[in-house]
């Protein structure tokens, strides 16, 4: 699906850190996991309307479903497709559970001054004037939640192996950010933190 020849941006985000970028509609955004088992949480603003965003609640509405797969239509909070999904050989992704921030960190293992999605996300969406307050939920992408019968929600190891990606094709024009999450208080991200690739292409 994708063409080598129409790689236009390819952004290196450092484990722990995060990293903003531009997509405009009908480009392809491919978020790969270079080592394997690293959480990529994701946002993503409409270009023109930094009130619209891309929303798992929505896109979980619109789908049906606790997760997404090859075919479907992220939404925004307006309920317009963002991206589709076009390739996903990881297949693993969280659609449920919040952003790491400095207090859960503090609250839940009682470490401050760790770093954080949330505060990854402030440094590189600062530049765009999209500031905390406007933050909305993630797509955890990598990561992978089991669902008990009874409801309870476990965090698990992320399965995804070296090289995995998602590749979505954007709907509108969109100011993205992907955040390699510093957790490493728990098992999600495997046993070291790691380097997240994002790679924009022509269509
Ligand atoms: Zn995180």
Redesign the pocket.
């Known amino acids: 699906m994708i063409n080598e020849k129409n790689l236009i941006t390819e952004i290196l985000v450092p484990g722990g850190h995060g990293r903003s970028f531009e997509v405009q509609k009908g480009q392809y955004l491919q978020i790969i996991d270079v080592e394997g088992q690293q959480?990529a949480?994701f946002y993503a603003f409409n270009s023109q309307n930094h009130q619209e965003r891309l929303s798992p609640p929505h896109t979980r509405t619109s789908l049906r479903s606790l997760t997404i797969k090859v075919g479907d239509l992220l939404r925004s909070s307006l309920r317009n497709p963002m991206f589709e999904v076009i390739e996903d050989t990881a297949q693993s992704h969280d659609l449920l559970i919040a952003?790491?921030?400095e207090q859960?960190y503090l609250v839940d293992y009682g470490v401050s001054d760790h770093r954080?999605?949330?505060a990854?996300f402030e440094e590189v969406l600062q530049p765009y004037g999209i500031s905390r307050d406007m933050f909305p939920e993630?797509f955890?992408i990598f990561q992978s939640t089991l669902i008990e019968p009874d409801g309870t929600l476990v965090q698990q190891t992320s399965p995804t192996k070296a090289g995995e990606y998602i590749l979505m094709k954007a709907q509108m024009d969109v100011i993205g950010a992907v955040?390699a999450?510093?957790?490493d208080l728990n098992l999600?991200g495997g046993s070291k933190i790691s380097d997240i690739m994002v790679r924009i292409y022509d269509q």
Do not use: E, G, L, T
């Open positions: 959480v949480d952003a790491c921030d859960r954080s999605c949330v990854n993630p955890n955040s999450c510093p957790m999600i």
